[in-house]
């Protein structure tokens, strides 16, 4: 095998290329065919910080339209992670990743009891030039079945790798610089009055209809944050793909790194435990470090999971959340806070399969405490006529493409 230093840019394009391109991926993290049952889907959406009785109590759930627990349809990444690594993924090229978007499409609920299984293929692969180098981006094409062999939903997601200098081990120096916020007291006012508000302005089981949405409405503005570690515990541990599915703590995470110490492996620089997993990147200041970062900061997929909160909240129960679309722009870091807004830019009908829904898209972005849009997306929502539901499961043509 080369040495670690010739693992680089040229030479993981032409292997991802020869080897992965085109490919199913082998980038599985949990045991398939995966069960919703009522707590896993429950654990999942208290991650997002999200407590709506449609996702969390089945005794609620019962009474809507779906007559049983569903789970918050951004659950897709974390039953499939869509980033692809292609040859990274099973060798030490001296490349640091960054998951920079996410897009979903959905054609069915997933239910409780629902046994999912999933596929991922890295489709497409491009060089830029970026601020501070030249950047791989890796475009990856998912789908996620349910136990009837029939679609749900489709996933498409984009990964940014970016060379580290021969010999690089430990970053030095950071490809973003930002210390911890410190909060005003009118800031944590402004927070909590918005956190006082989520439950009273979510939706429910009051029908939002079509006739009534305009161009123009504005969602209701919600929050997240200060982000602490225990904020992304409590999601990791919902979030399956990126949960004890990939790494254990202790004995557990020693035999994941021992069997691919090149790929996993890190060497905590404070105690020069050798066993340390990549993941622990994010939680951990030290470790921080291996990607140029100078603080703990969010999973990427987070920013495609949490935001469509404000999506869901809006729609209501009988609302179907049709296209999620969010990118990446800059992590998020110990003790920042994201307000997330949104507002209906189109209201139209859209016939699938010969049948009318009608549709509504929606322009969001999550911006940060300083002002900067770390996370901007867009949404296609589905919504109910009086005395005309909304139709699933959406009519579709298996194919690779959106």
């Known amino acids: 095998m080369a040495k670690i230093d010739e693992l680089g840019m040229e030479a993981l394009l032409e292997d991802s290329r020869q080897n992965y391109l085109g490919k199913e991926v082998g980038e599985v993290y949990i045991v398939q065919p995966y069960v919703l049952d009522w707590r896993r889907i429950r654990d999942f959406s208290w991650g997002l910080s999200d407590d709506n009785p449609l996702y969390c109590d089945p005794t609620y759930a019962r009474s809507t339209r779906w007559g049983c627990q569903i789970a918050p349809p951004t659950i897709v990444p974390g039953m499939r992670y869509p980033g692809v690594h292609g040859a990274l993924w099973d060798k030490p090229y001296r490349l640091n990743t960054f998951i920079s978007g996410d897009k979903m499409q959905w054609f069915d609920v997933f239910r409780v009891g629902d046994a999912v299984r999933t596929s991922l293929r890295l489709d497409k692969m491009e060089t830029k030039q970026g601020s501070r180098g030249p950047l791989i981006f890796f475009y990856s094409d998912g789908r996620l079945w349910n136990q009837y062999d029939k679609l749900v939903a489709k996933q498409y997601g984009t990964l940014i790798m970016i060379e580290l200098p021969p010999g690089k081990t430990v970053g030095k120096k950071m490809h973003y610089e930002q210390e911890a916020y410190r909060y005003s007291e009118k800031e944590i006012e402004d927070i909590v009055n918005c956190y006082d508000n989520e439950v009273k302005q979510r939706r429910g089981a009051k029908p939002l209809y079509w006739e009534d949405v305009k161009v123009g409405d504005k969602l209701p503005t919600m929050v997240r944050g200060p982000m602490g570690l225990g904020d992304m515990i409590m999601w990791r541990r919902g979030c399956f793909c990126q949960s004890n599915a990939l790494v254990g703590p202790f004995r557990l995470q020693y035999e994941v790194v021992k069997q691919s110490p090149a790929t996993f492996g890190r060497i905590n620089p404070a105690t020069n435990w050798p066993y340390e997993h990549i993941e622990w990147e994010h939680e951990d200041a030290i470790l921080a470090h291996y990607r140029?970062?100078?603080?703990?900061?969010?999973?990427?997929?987070?920013?495609?999971?949490?935001?469509?909160v404000l999506i869901t909240n809006w729609m209501g129960d009988d609302g179907f959340l049709r296209h999620f679309?969010?990118?990446?722009?800059k992590p998020n870091y110990y003790g920042d806070t994201t307000w997330y807004k949104g507002e209906v830019v189109k209201k139209y009908k859209e016939t699938v399969g010969g049948v009318e829904y009608g549709a509504v898209d929606i322009k969001w972005e999550g911006v940060s405490q300083a002002g900067v849009t770390t996370t901007p997306g867009s949404a296609t929502v589905y919504l109910p006529s009086p005395d005309?539901?909304?139709?699933?499961?959406?009519?579709?043509?298996?194919?690779?493409?959106?």
């Open 292 to 308: 140029g970062l100078p603080l703990p900061f969010d999973m990427g997929v987070m920013r495609a999971e949490i935001p469509a």
């Open 325 to 329: 679309e969010s990118q990446f722009r």
């Open 388 to 402: 005309k539901p909304v139709q699933v499961p959406i009519p579709y043509e298996e194919s690779r493409t959106f």
